[in-house]
């Protein structure tokens, strides 16, 4: 995050008079006399408030004050007294946009691939099963022929439980990999969405409004010796 070193202006919400000076007397009819007084001084706010540059990302560069309220404009609480550069912010909102739309689209491609792969692979496990219970019903029918055929039968059950398995872990292992990689999109969709809303927080931010009623005083910037401005 990033803050602009200068400040905006000050809200001068209540106003008093100071100074010292003399008094004049005015006659105004025969029975009534009234006394004017003069007086110099400066203006003092009872109360400032400050209105600073809002928080932003680095990523939207250094957006630069465009429209700044005029000194002595007496204004309410809401009304605009400032406006903010959002060019970056409004091409990364573009973007970020742009990526959340593509990444929903990828997940919901991933969804119906993974779906597809899954049902290929359990139909393969079923035939995997389907020749191990072949296999173990001719094995119990050589049981009493000669031992080659036996051996052969056997031979073959084992051959066939060796290929369920490798086909029951083939499901498995893909159902896994499947999972964590739905996970792995959705963390970045979900991250893409903070980003999406941060770049429309910031916008509304880039809209400086009056906290307070009151009177606008740009404040003085030590750096460069002179008043906020434009830029």
């Known amino acids: 995050m990033n803050i ?3 400040g905006l202006f000050l809200l001068l919400v209540c106003l008093i008079i100071a100074g010292c ?18 007086e110099s001084g400066e203006l ?3 109360r400032n408030t400050a209105v600073i540059m809002p928080r932003f990302r680095r990523s939207y560069g250094e957006p630069q004050i465009t429209w700044l309220e005029d000194e002595g404009t007496v204004v309410e609480a809401g009304d605009t007294v400032a406006l903010i550069d959002a060019a970056e912010v409004l091409k990364a909102l573009e973007n970020k946009e742009s990526e959340l739309a593509i990444s929903m689209a990828d997940l919901s491609n991933s969804k119906i ?7 290929k692979l359990e139909s393969d496990l079923k035939h995997a099963l389907s020749r191990l219970s072949q296999a173990e019903i001719d094995t119990q ?4 022929e000669s031992v080659s055929r036996k051996e052969s039968a056997l031979l073959k059950l084992e051959s066939e439980k060796i290929s369920y398995q490798k086909a029951r872990r083939k499901v498995e292992s893909t159902r896994l990999l499947q999972e964590q990689d739905l996970i792995i999109q959705r963390i970045r969709i979900n991250q893409t ?8 927080q910031t916008l509304e931010s880039f809209i400086i409004r009056a906290p307070a009623p009151g009177m606008i005083v740009h404040s003085w910037n030590r750096s460069t010796r002179s008043k906020v401005q434009l830029g």
């Open 4 to 6: 602009l070193k200068a």
């Open 21 to 38: 000076g003399g008094e004049d007397d005015k006659l105004t009819s025969e029975d009534e006399q009234v006394r004017l007084f003069t």
């Open 44 to 46: 003092m706010a009872v």
């Open 113 to 119: 691939s993974q779906a597809v792969e899954i049902h």
């Open 141 to 144: 029918r050589v049981a009493y």
């Open 193 to 200: 969405r903070r980003d999406v809303e941060v770049a429309k």
